[in-house]
């Protein structure tokens, strides 16, 4: 899926739940799209999971994990939801491709699988709305060159200062 049409999706979420400042509930947003959130002991390499079946879909999310990698980890699931769930029934972070099972792992982070690209395109823009980080820029005159002005940025967002810096990056900003 082309990266414009997942930042639209993002974007069309957000509107019809009439979310529109920050940080982004994404738990209250996975919820409303009918999915169920549980926190799960995941082991030590495991973030998240999404588990479909019948139509439910539950989100699990590693409780050991900061609470910036769960939001991310539960947008990232929410992704895989909304991108993929005709694609299969577990995403998990391990590839057992016998019974189809698709990962977020180092490799995820480099892209080398597209599914993973997809989910982390779309966390990132459902956490990080280009209007709204656009928006925050231009509010405190950001200087991309300042790390306590990323950090800050980060914090209003509740997520990563790696996230934030990816997803500036991805939008040119870098």
Request: with cysteine.
């Amino acid at each position: 899926m082309y990266i414009k049409r997942i930042e639209n999706l993002a974007c069309s979420i957000l509107q019809k739940l009439d979310i529109g400042e920050i940080p982004i509930p994404v738990e209250l947003i996975a919820e409303r799209r009918g999915l169920q959130i549980r926190p799960y002991d995941l082991g030590t390499n495991v973030s998240g999971v999404l588990f479909l079946r019948e139509g439910v879909g539950i989100i699990g999310y590693n409780p050991n994990d900061s609470y910036v990698r769960q939001r991310f980890t539960i947008a990232h699931e929410l992704g895989h939801y909304e991108l993929h769930r005709a694609e299969g029934e577990l995403f998990v972070d391990k590839v057992d491709q016998a019974k189809q099972v698709y990962m977020r792992n180092e490799d995820s982070a480099s892209g080398e699988f597209k599914q993973e690209r997809e989910a982390n395109a779309f966390a990132a823009a459902i956490l990080m709305p280009e209007n709204l980080l656009f928006s925050e820029l231009k509010k405190i005159q950001f200087d991309l060159n300042d790390e306590a002005a990323l950090k800050e940025l980060a914090k209003q967002f509740n997520v990563s200062l790696p996230a934030i810096t990816y997803r500036l990056s991805n939008l040119g900003l870098f």
